[in-house]
């Protein structure tokens, strides 16, 4: 069954899209529960219709598995050594892994300005080695976590 966002979540992920038209990076800041997967599926669904492609990231298993299914993307697994990534479309997978896939992350370097990049739990910072191969990305953190690193 589809979820319907809610009022303040649309209002969230509008003021995102502003801030990535004004930045080259954002962070989407909501508290626990605020309903941060289906806002990022929101920003998914927007972007891979205008030809974007949107690499989800995370760090930790279970919420990688549940932005897999909310997000519908490609899973790039500890079984995936390599993935041919098209425009339009929403690749989802672990930091750590991806950092591990040179022909991934040289096919997402080729992209440029039409890679936007989400990184679940963003205050840990465990992302900034990927994100400096990747400098003309967009970048959106999600984070409930109102100080971090």
Not at 91 to 113: A, D, S, W
């Amino acid at each position: 069954m589809k979820k319907t966002p809610r009022p303040y979540q649309i209002d969230c992920v509008d003021r995102t899209a502003k801030s990535l038209a004004k930045h080259q990076a954002t962070i989407l800041h909501a508290p626990t529960g605020a309903g941060k997967s289906l806002m990022c599926e929101m920003i998914v669904t927007r972007s891979t219709s205008k030809g974007k492609v949107v690499l989800v990231l995370s760090d930790a298993i279970k919420i990688y598995k549940q932005l897999v299914k909310e997000c519908q993307g490609h899973e790039i697994d500890s079984k995936v050594k390599n993935i041919a990534i098209e425009k339009g479309e929403c690749y989802v997978g672990m930091i750590q892994t991806i950092l591990k896939r040179p022909m991934i992350i040289h096919q997402l370097q080729e992209l440029g300005k039409d890679l936007i990049i989400m990184v679940d739990e963003c205050h840990i910072s465990t992302s900034t080695k990927l994100i400096d191969l990747l400098p003309m990305a967009y970048r959106i953190g999600l984070t409930a976590t109102p100080y971090g690193l």
